[in-house]
Nanobody, 123 residues
Framework: QVQLVESGGGLVQAGGSLRLSCAPS????????MAWFRQAPGKEREFIAA????????YYGDAAEGRFPISRDNAKNTMYLQMNSLQPEDTAVYYC????????????????WGQGTQVTVSS
């Protein structure tokens, strides 16, 4: 069974940057749309950005705010989220997802998820 594995989370000071990566474990898994979501304590899971298969075009939600460019490297079978100018309100567990959603922002329409990586931004 294919799973997704996120990496790159951690603790960073406000104004800092992190780059998250998402790659599948198991068989090759590049032929799908992919997205990043995040979930802060007590809040619903929130759409950040998605990158389409195969052309790599991107779609951003409000949470990205122009600070979090998304990209994918199909040769490496990996998706990235570059997070810049991080603020304490960006503290959350960040999840990657893959699938063929008709609504790219909906958590209900992705069939494969990672376990999440914690991002903590200190003030």
């Amino acid at each position: 069974q294919v799973q997704l594995v996120e990496s790159g989370g951690g603790l960073v000071q406000a104004g800092g940057s992190l780059r998250l990566s998402c790659a599948p474990s198991g068989r090759t898994f590049s032929r799908s749309h992919m997205a990043w979501f995040r979930q802060a304590p007590g809040k619903e899971r929130e759409f950040i950005a998605a990158v389409y298969w195969p052309d790599g075009s991107a779609y951003y939600g409000d949470a990205a705010e122009g600070r979090f460019p998304i990209s994918r490297d199909n040769a490496k079978n990996t998706m990235y989220l570059q997070m810049n100018s991080l603020q304490p309100e960006d503290t959350a567990v960040y999840y990657c997802a893959a699938g063929w959603p008709s609504r790219i922002t909906s958590t209900l329409e992705y069939d494969t998820w990672g376990q999440g990586t914690q991002v903590t931004v200190s003030s």
